[in-house]
């Protein structure tokens, strides 16, 4: 039932936070941003709405299954450590079991979500030149001299159609990767997404558990809907905390691969990056981050809580 419950409550996740994702991905790919709102600002005026959803389908298709992995591997490495450690899967945990199947946890999901993290990334930083389409219907237009005009000795060059978008969807965007890039292209930045899961996980199970213990009322085994909200959200936040750093070099180096390459690994993004931009640059998105992992992990620890204890009340 937790891959169930884990499977809903990523769902509703989604829903609620991809909008600040984009903004966030865009924030830490593209330096010509002076901040949060000039990038919502921006992105509005040249995309309007639909531009907050780029590369939605492919989470939303795959999400139910990554959480539903997630959730599932943390219980299950959790009861098999405390059933190995003290001879019952009910026993107690301690903090280093909860954090050792977080860990366990953020690892496994990392040969799930790679690939949708690449073609997520690179529909979310795709976006037209306007200053392209200005100047081609430009050239369009007739000449202001009207038809006494001497007419041109030789025959214009016909006009190229204006360019689209490289990428036309998630699936379309996973098969010119795989085509161009070959299928290591699919898993570009997994060393980065690996570091940022692997800690990040263990410090989101780590909290909310703590948080959960400290928030449930004398006499009762599991916090009321208010502890719940509040403990999911503190450890989203958290979790987010410490994974902001890798989560920057790894949207960089996905998103590399639609031009000139200029990151030849993971060392060489973080030096390259820090050298340009400074210390700050692991650090970008922060911010957005924290607000939009609040709200969203109310919403999947809620969701999650809710689905187990209804699922075995009607077991029971």
């Known amino acids: ?149 001497a007419p041109p000795l030789c025959p214009a060059a016909p006009v190229s159609p204006e360019p689209g978008p490289k990428y036309r969807g998630p699936l379309h965007c996973l098969a010119m990767v795989a085509r161009e890039e070959g299928l290591l292209g699919l898993y570009r930045g997994s060393s980065a997404l690996l570091l940022r899961d692997g800690h990040s996980f263990a410090t989101y199970f780590l909290s909310y558990a703590l948080l959960c213990d400290w928030l449930t009322p004398t006499g009762h085994s599991q916090p009321g809907v208010l502890g719940v909200l509040v403990a ?38 973080v030096v390259t990056s820090v050298r340009e931009e400074g210390p700050r640059v692991l650090f970008k998105g922060l911010t957005l981050n924290c607000c939009r992992a609040f709200p969203v992990n109310m919403v999947v620890f809620v969701a999650y809580e809710a689905v187990l204890r209804l699922t075995r009340g009607l077991l029971t």
């Open 1 to 149: 039932m937790d891959f169930v419950a884990g499977a809903i409550g990523g769902v509703c996740g989604v829903a609620v936070g991809y909008p600040l994702d984009t903004v966030k991905v865009r924030i830490q790919t593209e330096s010509r941003y002076m901040g949060i709102w000039h990038c919502v600002w921006d992105t509005y005026r040249r995309e309007r709405l639909w531009g907050f959803y780029r590369g939605l389908s492919l989470p939303v298709c795959t999400v139910s299954l990554v959480s539903s992995v997630s959730f599932g591997t943390y219980r299950h490495c959790l009861v098999y450590v405390c059933r190995f450690r003290y001879g019952s899967a009910d026993a107690k945990p301690a903090k280093t079991d909860v954090t050792l199947s977080g860990f366990a946890s953020g690892l496994v999901r990392v040969f799930l979500t790679s690939p949708t993290e690449v073609a997520k990334v690179r529909l979310q930083t795709q976006t037209q030149t306007q200053m392209q389409t200005q100047t081609q219907r430009q050239q369009r237009r007739p000449s202001a001299s009207g038809p006494s005009a």
């Open 232 to 269: 999911g959200g503190c450890a989203g936040v958290l979790a987010w905390a410490v994974a902001t750093p890798m989560d920057v070099i790894k949207s960089r180096l996905q998103a590399d691969g639609q031009g000139q390459r200029r990151y030849r690994g993971l060392l060489h993004c």
